[in-house]
Structure formats: structure tokens, C-alpha cells
């Protein structure tokens, strides 16, 4: 037998055999990461943390959150201004733009509340729009001007969730007029 063919036909049998032995390399799939990543430069030197002071978190801890505040500042009357004349016994849409100038996001846990008595009629409680902390809002109303005529004022302020009122005072301040009577149609003389 020739040994150069012996020789070949033990290497090839012996590559055989140690790929049949050996472990098959696994390759990631698109969702499974390698399992060992070789370290940046910059983090593969040893560094020294540094040492705690006494504002420092533990991990794990958790982060101590402040309180936020409540506030409330009127920007501008968008619908009637202050002194509106009004027929009796109308429908009015009354808003205001507000700035959240607190420090809490409003949700659907804040309503706007009114406040004091009046003869102009509307709900006591309406739902207070979202705003972050910092934005600007527009707060509405819809009212029933009394049928007496005079000059007439309703008031509300924004309610947090825990039940206190906060922030500046929105109101509407309108003059109702007297009725005027419609004439009555007189009888027209037929030729």
C-alpha cells in the first residue's frame, strides 16, 4: 500500500472524527444576541468607582419623588369679555385660556369647580382639561343667562384630585338687558 495514500486516508478519517466529536458552534439568531462581546478599549481597563457621598442612591433603591404643586394663572378671556351685553335666557359658551403654572400634570382626576352663588345657571363640576405642568389650557363653561335683567357674576376655580381648590379665579361677568317686546302684528285693513 503506499503511504502517501495511507497517510491522507488517516487525516481525512481523523478530521472526520474530530468534527463528529467536537461541539457545534451556535450561531445567534436575529433575536438572540452572542452570548460574550468583547469590551470597548475605553471600558476594557480597570477603573475605580468613585466613592459614595450622601446624596448617592444605592442600586435598587428607590427614587425618592417631591410632591408636586397645584397653580393655576388666567391668561385671556377667549369668548366674551368682561361686560358682555346679553338678551335673558340664552345659551352662552364661556372660555378661558389658563396656564398650568404648577409643578403637577392636570388628569382626569381635576375638575373645575364653581365657586360662590349666582343667578346664571350651569353644572357645579365639569371636567378640567389635561395640561402638563408649564402648558397652557382652555377651560369652558356652558351657562343660561337668568331672565331678569341686570348685571350678574359666576366664578370657578380648578380642584385637585384630593378635593383642594387652588389657583386664580376664572369668572363671567355679563350685563343682561331688559326683554323688548316683540310687536304684535296689527290688523291690516283688507280693501
Avoid: H
Avoid at 97 to 106: H, I, K, P, R
Amino acid at each position: 500500500m503506499d503511504p502517501g495514500i495511507t497517510r491522507a486516508a488517516s487525516l481525512t478519517l481523523l478530521g472526520v472524527w474530530l468534527s463528529a466529536c467536537a461541539v457545534p458552534e451556535a450561531s445567534p439568531t436575529p433575536t438572540q444576541a452572542p452570548l460574550f462581546r468583547p469590551l470597548p478599549p475605553a471600558l476594557a481597563t480597570p477603573t475605580r468607582a468613585p466613592a459614595a457621598s450622601a446624596t448617592s442612591v444605592p442600586l435598587g433603591s428607590p427614587v425618592p419623588t417631591l410632591p408636586c404643586t397645584n397653580d393655576a394663572r388666567f391668561v385671556e378671556d377667549l369668548t366674551l369679555p368682561d361686560g358682555t351685553v346679553v338678551s335673558p335666557g340664552v345659551e352662552l359658551d364661556k372660555r378661558w385660556s389658563v396656564l398650568n403654572a404648577g409643578t403637577c400634570d392636570w388628569n382626569a382626576g381635576y375638575r373645575l369647580v364653581r365657586v360662590g352663588t349666582s343667578a346664571i345657571e350651569g353644572s357645579a363640576e365639569l371636567a378640567l382639561f389635561p395640561a402638563r405642568a408649564g402648558a397652557t389650557a382652555e377651560w369652558q363653561v356652558e351657562v343660561r343667562t337668568p331672565s331678569e335683567p341686570g348685571e350678574y357674576l359666576a366664578r370657578w376655580r380648578a380642584r385637585a384630585p384630593d378635593g383642594t381648590l387652588f389657583g386664580e379665579e376664572v369668572y363671567l361677568l355679563i350685563f343682561v338687558e331688559e326683554a323688548t317686546a316683540v310687536p304684535s302684528a296689527s290688523p291690516s285693513a283688507t280693501p
